[in-house]
């Protein structure tokens, strides 16, 4: 009956967003009177699954079939509906990813469970009733939802949680779930890492920029103080659009949600579409030229001012920091 | 190539979100509903891969009569015929259900839409599909080409993409910068109006989840400005008093 909870790995390490699932997980258990177990797969090792003892999980099964190296959907599909039958779990616990969407889409079919994604908060249960609640209108508002099939599956949202920090390991216990070739078929046949930067689904800090910068000759103003901040680099539609920036950088309401600490937006206007992709950012600084830009209605801090000088003044303050 | 396109009908995303005075349902008052702009792009690269190799474009949305008009306009952009499951989408288990049964018999050689609608945030229907109908699926799909019986697919993850062949029948989800958008031409409107459109009955009503209350988030309590003189100040606050660097 324990909590299961998904890990995704990658370069051998836990990633950020399965950590918070992890303590999550192990806070629904607590909230059950159960204990939470890991099924972990893919490129890690087996001390650094022991390590999940500190964000609260008492057992790690571990999947280390070298075809699952990188993600593999059947295949992985198969692997945690044979953990979850194996723990009998009720309560299955992933990241809201686009890995943990591709697995829990179909795992909610296979097993006839309630699928939550986007989830914001922890769960309350009382009697028979099991209520999440889940970030809906792309970020514009929250819906309380309750999962009324016996099995229930929930994907949590970045930065829902705080990573705990408990003493004590995690025991980890080989696991197999006999794949056929039929399951691993539908493999990657390249993988195009992201290099170098701070990926921008995991930072903790955002510097985004908008049109106000006028041209992507400009973007060094991003790109410095972003690093000097040790943060990840985004942008509004507008400048995905004309090819300023790579898609895989917008953020607002059609590209990617964010919910950093700190998002650092230099020169957007703050459309609604913009705001539903980082409203649950917890702190906002909005710098702009034009003191009627909207964004200054959702920020926490606000300059009004022209990047051009207001940035580099970040930038040799923020490197004084270090 | 027969293709099946799912679109949703979604609020405009300049909507302001509202809902109604007990919390329980969306004020639709004075919105206007579009295409889910991901279901969009899904849309736009079948009539691209028709165009291309020849096939259909079949689309298809779980929704009650007032969803016709933008039906129509997928017409319009290219799509040859369509269908309506004529029901409220009450949750993406029941959404994915009409659409596995209705393509079961069709036997489609692709099925497409958006990763997601822009009011339900699901991110569940395309797998949903796949998993009922027993065949694979790639989401979310940034790139998709199809040569012969195999596609091509580049799909995003966090930190990178992958690019992944499967075997026709498939489900992809799209996402940016997948394909342009395409707005309907004069020609393609009016002969939206003559092209076929279906009107089935749903099969069965089980929900999995059941949205109780609808709550907006908490507004900022004011915003606290810098001099643009003094910029270097706010790199102060945001360590000792925002503590978030």
Redesign the interface.
């Known amino acids: 009956m324990s909590v299961l909870v998904v890990i995704e790995c990658a370069n051998g390490e836990v990633k950020k967003s399965s950590l918070e699932a992890a303590t999550y997980g192990s806070k629904v258990a607590q909230q059950m009177g159960t204990t939470a177990t890991a099924v972990a797969i893919g490129d890690i090792s087996e001390e650094n699954l022991k390590h999940l003892g500190a964000q609260g999980i008492k057992k790690v099964l571990f999947d280390n079939d070298a075809r699952l190296k990188n993600f593999v959907n059947l295949a992985y599909v198969k692997v945690i509906a044979a953990a979850a039958q194996k723990e009998a779990s009720k309560v299955i616990i992933l990241s809201n990813t686009n890995i943990g969407s591709a697995i829990g889409s179909r795992l909610a079919v296979r097993l006839g469970a309630s699928l939550a994604t986007n989830v914001v908060a922890l769960p309350e249960i009382s009697g028979n009733t099991f209520k999440v609640r889940r970030g809906v209108y792309s970020g514009k508002a929250f819906a309380d939802v309750n999962l009324t099939a016996d099995v229930k599956i929930i994907a949590v949202k970045k930065n829902t949680i705080e990573v705990g920090h408990e003493t004590g390991e995690a025991t980890v216990e080989n696991f197999s779930a006999s794949l056929t070739d039929a399951d691993v078929a539908v493999a990657p046949k390249e993988v195009i890492q992201q290099t170098g930067d701070i990926l921008l689904p995991e930072a903790d800090i955002v510097v985004s920029g908008g049109r106000g910068l006028k041209g992507p000759e400009n973007w060094h103003l991003v790109e410095d103080l972003a690093k000097a901040l040790g943060a990840a680099t985004a942008c509004s539609k507008p400048v995905a659009d004309v090819d300023w920036r790579p898609h895989h950088e917008h953020v607002g309401q059609t590209g990617i949600t964010v919910s950093p600490n700190l998002y650092i937006a230099i020169g957007i206007s703050g459309a609604i579409q913009h705001l539903a992709g980082v409203n649950s950012s917890k702190v906002i600084v909005v710098i702009n030229k034009d003191p009627e830009a909207p964004f200054f209605k959702a920020a926490d801090y606000g300059i009004v001012g022209d990047a051009f000088e207001v940035v580099p003044k970040l930038i040799e303050a923020a490197k004084q920091l270090r | 190539m027969k293709i099946l396109v799912c679109i949703s009908n979604v609020?405009d995303?300049?909507?302001?979100?509202t809902?109604t005075p007990d919390n329980k349902q969306?004020n639709t008052a004075g919105v206007q509903f579009v295409i889910n702009?991901?279901d969009e792009y899904a849309l736009t690269r079948a009539i691209e891969l028709k165009e291309a190799q020849g096939g259909t474009v079949t689309v298809l949305n779980v929704g009650e009569a007032d969803t016709e008009a933008n039906i129509r306009k997928a017409l319009a952009i290219g799509a040859d015929d369509a269908v309506r499951i004529n029901a409220k989408p009450t949750d993406?288990?029941f959404v994915?259900t009409q659409i596995a049964n209705y393509a079961k018999a069709e036997n489609f050689d692709l099925i497409l839409m958006g990763?997601e609608s822009?009011?339900?945030?699901?991110?569940?229907?395309?797998?949903?599909v796949?998993?009922?109908l027993g065949i694979?699926?790639?989401?979310?799909g940034?790139k998709l080409d199809v040569n012969g019986n195999t596609a091509t697919v580049q799909?995003?993850?966090?930190?990178?993409?992958?690019?992944?062949?499967?075997?026709l029948p498939?489900v992809v989800s799209a996402q940016?910068?997948m394909t342009e958008p395409r707005i309907p031409n004069m020609r393609g409107i009016m002969t939206a109006r003559t092209k076929p459109l279906k009107v089935v009955e749903p099969t069965g009503s089980e929900?999995?989840?059941?949205?109780?209350?609808?709550?907006?988030?908490p507004q900022?309590t004011g915003?606290?400005?810098?001099?643009?003189e003094n910029?270097?100040?706010?790199?102060?606050?945001?360590?000792n008093e925002?503590k978030?660097?």
Not at chain 2, 13 to 17: E, Q, R, V
């Open positions: 609020p995303t300049t909507t302001k979100i809902f969306f702009p991901y993406a288990f994915a990763k822009v009011d339900y945030n699901g991110f569940q229907v395309h797998g949903m796949a998993e009922m694979p699926s790639i989401t979310p940034v799909r995003e993850i966090e930190g990178g993409h992958e690019i992944i062949d499967a075997q498939i940016q910068p929900t999995k989840t059941e949205i109780e209350t609808f709550a907006l988030p900022k915003v606290k400005m810098i001099a643009p910029a270097g100040e706010l790199i102060t606050l945001l360590r925002a978030v660097i």
